[in-house]
């Protein structure tokens, strides 16, 4: 390496200044998500079959899962867990009630 240009120099920088639209309007910053879809899921329960188990199941079979009745269920979007809830019955429909949400430290928390 050539021992030419070994001086530093000082380079004149423009000033900078926060973006009035940035920071201060959360919702503003949020409104480009809002149409995005998601998918929302409940879990009720869990089980691990072997494939012989699963393949004599049939018509009026009953599988227990790994929840106790009233336990709450879990609410998932996009695969990540946000809340938990109990199921309800609206218009002959199926619903969830949240009863509890995850914090975001508790999602880190579960990511572990």
Do not use: C, W, Y
């Not at 120099?9 to 200044?17: E, N, Y």
């Not at 699963?54 to 790994?66: E, H, I, K, W, Y």
């Amino acid at each position: 390496m050539s021992e030419e240009n070994t001086e530093a120099q000082t380079v004149d920088q423009p000033a900078v200044t926060p973006d009035p639209g940035a920071g201060g309007h959360r919702e503003a910053n949020l409104d480009a998500l809002l149409d995005v879809p998601v998918n929302v899921t409940v879990e009720i329960g869990r089980v691990s079959l072997p494939i012989k188990e699963l393949l004599s199941l049939g018509q009026g079979s009953v599988v227990p899962l790994d929840r106790l009745v009233g336990q709450a269920h879990d609410v998932l979007v996009n695969g990540t867990l946000i809340a938990q809830g109990e199921v309800v019955v609206v218009d002959d429909k199926f619903g969830i009630r949240f009863t509890e949400i995850v914090s975001p430290t508790e999602r880190v928390k579960r990511l572990k």
